[in-house]
């Protein structure tokens, strides 16, 4: 079965600190896709990374990098220096291929971890 | 701005009510989501449509009825809601991706309706 656990619930920094925020995922399917999601407070679910099983690059984008290794299921995030704008509800997700192609897509999320970056 | 525009933003509505949820979005994009999002909680897939077809239904109770009448538009009609069924209500849209035969999740989400049930 399919599964994302995002084990820190609440995250506080404060301003310039590194923090990183801690995925692991479970699946059968070798084809995957792993997201990252932002949700500040207005609501909008605002799509940061998406990432296919058979890509292992770690990624850096500004301020933001990730982490991932298959061989222990995880898709970890990491904002440098961070900001009181980078507070938010962060969500990381999975695709199964195999649902992709058969019913048009099903993203499963895990329960998210709320950061704080204090002033 | 956000590429998913959903209307109202707000909606307070009696259990006898019947009001509905409307989502667009002029991207192109052939697949169409609902999804419930309780405080505190990930976002629940409810429905998804792939051109214009309903594809996924995650045993949604009836009282939610979706409607997708062209490839830009998709309503939510609810009827006889519950208080339980107060949440945050987000529409998602995204795009084929050409060889997969399916869509591959970069979901554009919309900012949601927050719904309440009195």
């Known amino acids: 079965a399919q599964k994302v656990t995002q084990a820190q619930t609440e995250i506080s920094v404060v301003e310039k600190e590194d923090v990183t925020l801690d995925c692991v995922y479970e699946?059968?399917?070798?084809?995957?896709?792993l997201f990252w999601y932002k949700q500040p407070p207005s609501g909008e679910l605002v799509f940061l990374i998406r990432?296919?099983?058979?890509?292992?690059q770690n990624e850096i984008s500004g301020r933001y990098s990730w982490n991932f290794q298959k061989s222990t299921s995880s898709f970890n995030f990491t904002i440098t220096a961070s900001q009181v704008v980078d507070s938010a509800v962060y969500f990381c997700?999975?695709?199964?291929?195999?649902?992709?192609?058969?019913?048009?897509?099903?993203?499963?999320f895990g329960q998210g971890t709320e950061l704080s970056v204090k002033p | 701005d956000t590429e998913v525009t959903q209307t109202p933003k707000h909606l307070v509505m009696g259990m006898t009510n019947k009001k509905s949820l409307k989502c667009e979005q002029h991207?192109?994009?052939?697949?169409m989501y609902w999804y419930k999002q309780k405080a505190k909680k990930p976002p629940e897939l409810m429905f998804v449509?792939?051109?214009?077809?309903?594809?996924i239904n995650e045993s949604v109770p009836s009282r939610f009825s979706p409607e997708c009448p062209n490839s830009s538009l998709l309503n939510l009609h609810l009827h006889a809601l519950q208080p339980e069924d107060s949440a945050l209500y987000l529409c998602?849209?995204?795009?084929?991706?050409?060889?997969?035969?399916?869509?591959?999740?970069?979901?554009?989400f919309g900012s949601g309706t927050q719904l309440s049930v009195l």
């Open positions: 998602a849209s995204s795009q084929d991706m050409e060889g997969w035969g399916g869509f591959v999740e970069k979901l554009f």
């Open positions: 699946t059968r399917d070798t084809t995957y896709y």
């Open positions: 990432r296919n099983s058979f890509d292992e």
């Open positions: 997700a999975l695709s199964e291929a195999e649902e992709v192609h058969n019913q048009g897509g099903k993203l499963i």
């Open positions: 991207m192109g994009h052939r697949a």
């Open positions: 449509y792939s051109y214009e077809k309903l594809s």
